[in-house]
């Protein structure tokens, strides 16, 4: 029995490796054509749901969103003595996005606690003008001007109908009812830079008929009164298992996912609006089967992170300008779980590495263009279990991040763990060393024991920076212009370049 079992894994083992011939990368020296315009430093943010606000302190440098489908409708009670109730049931441990929310002052106070970039969600759905003025006036006070990155009027809009408020179709209607709001805000609130509104924040790339992106836009929205689109991004995947292969870990199913946002980038570009920035102002997954799958904790295992960094990386790669990835105290796949909520943790998950990895390839450098590198032996196409992407600063290539996405499931045994080999082709001759940063966890499936570049971050150090046990950063010398480099299966690397001296003549393996 034993036998058949080990011969039927091996056959599976040997149909999953079939597409693992080594990968060939050849990044130009200089900026290639068709790179990505300047990635904006906020570039990985963050997006907190209203009802969950209260709960989510604690990062920096970010550009936090606060909104959403419960915060489009919440009103303003300024004798409530709690930040956020709900008339929906409890805020935790009821729906997951409790509606009907009642905000109270402290809710507004929360906007002190961060020197954050913010973006606020100001009511809409229900009309009621004197509410809307009141919360954008609490959260200009309460933030301060000069950490306003945007404003938003309304969430998800093209769903308004479904919800009978017809007052919003067609498109010249809501335009016309958007700018009577923009226009008693601004009027009321001094000091506002210009242009101050996101706006748009359509529920998918294509919004629903007739709110679409093409026919706001032609109705008028613009005026050059905004500064950037937002849309809402969902992307159907399987957490475990088999199936998570053909979604989660899919180089290509990744690529299809953004097409359509990648289309209206281009929309913009050439239809009169080069400069404005296109953003994925709610970010997040979704079960393939909603309801049979209900969000649960394995949505933030370190797959999941690995579809992170892809997904960021290729939307950065084609000018989108901004992903604000959703939290909430009860979505599986947020980034940390500040308080234990249902049936989930206080932790730091593993998209949250995902986060650091992109943030390091963004860097501090001045000027970072990317650009996506063929993952074939040709050269001439993409592979769907590896993806690659070259990253310049000054127009000079300086890094280089690898996301091997074969999938690979920690059993307990201590059999060696696959490996696929890349080797980097025709670096710049400067280039003399690199240090390699890997994005590593247990398996496709772990839920702890994540590290990035030998870092982790750990509830039980209050989320603080800490350094792994087993820190697996490793330098390498760099002759011959070339580098060869094992990548785990379900792992992802940043290989830093080195030009000139100060390398650390650590010449390990990987
Ligand atoms: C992104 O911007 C670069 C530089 O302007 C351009 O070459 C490229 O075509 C753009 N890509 C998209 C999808 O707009
Ligand atoms: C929630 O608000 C909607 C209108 O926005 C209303 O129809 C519904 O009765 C409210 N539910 C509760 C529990 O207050
Ligand atoms: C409008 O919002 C205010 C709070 O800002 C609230 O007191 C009032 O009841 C709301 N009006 C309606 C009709 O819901
Ligand atoms: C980036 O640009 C700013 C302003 O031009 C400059 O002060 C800063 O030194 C630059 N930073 C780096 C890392 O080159
Ligand atoms: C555990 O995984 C390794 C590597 O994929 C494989 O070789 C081995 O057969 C697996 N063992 C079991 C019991 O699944
Ligand atoms: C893996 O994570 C678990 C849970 O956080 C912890 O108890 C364990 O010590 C970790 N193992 C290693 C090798 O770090």
């Given amino acids: 029995m034993s036998c058949i079992l080990a011969f039927v894994l091996a056959i ?3 149909c999953l490796s079939v597409e693992a011939q080594d990968v060939s990368l050849s990044p130009r020296a200089e900026l290639p054509p068709g790179a990505s315009e300047i990635v904006p430093k906020g570039f990985a943010s963050f997006g907190i749901q209203a009802s969950s606000f209260p709960y989510y302190f604690g990062n920096d440098k970010k550009v936090l969103r606060v909104g959403g489908t419960n915060g489009d409708q919440a009103i303003y009670d300024p004798s ?9 049931g409890p805020v935790i441990g009821g729906k997951g996005i409790p509606m009907n929310l009642t905000l109270g002052p402290s809710f507004f106070e929360g906007f002190k606690q961060l020197p954050a970039q913010w973006v606020f969600g100001i009511p809409f759905i229900d009309f009621n003008k004197t509410n809307s003025r009141k919360q954008a006036e609490l959260f200009v006070r309460n933030a301060g001007i000069s950490q306003i990155q945007a404003l938003e ?17 067609p498109p010249s209607a809501y335009v016309s009812k958007w700018h009577d709001y923009a226009s008693n805000i601004r009027s009321d609130i001094s000091g506002l830079r210009t242009p101050i509104w996101q706006a748009l924040c359509l529920a998918r790339a294509e919004g629903h008929d007739p709110l679409t992106l093409a026919k706001i836009l032609q109705a008028g929205v613009l005026n050059n009164a905004i500064k950037s689109i937002s849309m809402h991004y969902y992307q159907k ?17 990744i690529k299809s996912g953004l097409a359509p946002h990648i289309d209206n980038v281009r ?5 009169g609006h080069p400069d404005l920035e296109y953003v994925l102002g709610e970010t997040g997954r979704y079960p393939v089967d909603r309801n049979a799958q209900p969000s649960s904790m394995a949505d933030a295992n370190f797959g999941s992170a690995l579809w992170t960094v892809d997904m960021m990386l290729y939307a950065m790669s084609q000018n989108i300008s901004r992903i604000n990835m959703q939290q909430g105290v009860e979505m599986g796949f947020a980034a940390w779980h500040p308080i ?30 990317i650009v996506e590198l063929k993952t074939t032996e040709e ?18 290539l300086s890094k280089i991040a690898i996301v091997n996405l074969q999938r690979y499931v920690a059993n307990g045994t201590d059999s ?14 400067l280039v003399q060393g690199a240090t390699i940063k890997k994005l590593s966890g247990p398996g496709s499936e772990a839920l702890n024991n994540v590290s990035y570049g030998g870092k982790q971050w750990l509830v039980e150090n209050h989320g603080k920076e800490t350094t792994a046990s087993d820190d697996d950063t490793v330098h390498r010398d760099i002759t011959g212009n070339s580098l060869t480099l094992q990548v785990d299966d379900s792992q992802a690397v940043l290989v830093v370049l080195e030009r000139g001296k100060n390398i650390q003549a650590a010449n390990q393996e990987l």
């Fill in 12 to 14: 599976a083992a040997t």
């Fill in 80 to 88: 409530q003595e709690a930040a956020v109730t709900s008339a929906d």
């Fill in 153 to 169: 009027i309304g969430n998800e809009p093209d769903l308004y109908k479904a919800v009978a408020h017809d007052a919003v179709v």
């Fill in 237 to 253: 995947t399987t957490s475990t298992g088999f199936e998570m292969q053909h979604t989660l870990l899919n180089h290509k199913y």
């Fill in 267 to 271: 929309y913009l570009r050439h239809n």
């Fill in 340 to 369: 234990k909520a249902g049936k989930y943790a206080a932790s730091v998950t593993a998209p949250f590495y995902a986060q650091v990895f992109v943030a390091d390839v963004i860097g501090k450098e001045n000027n970072t263009r």
């Fill in 379 to 396: 050269g001439n196409g993409f592979q769907e279990f590896a993806a690659a992407y070259a990253i310049y600063n000054s127009g000079g």
């Fill in 416 to 429: 060696v763990r696959p490996q696929r080999t890349f080797k980097l082709n025709k670096l710049p001759s």
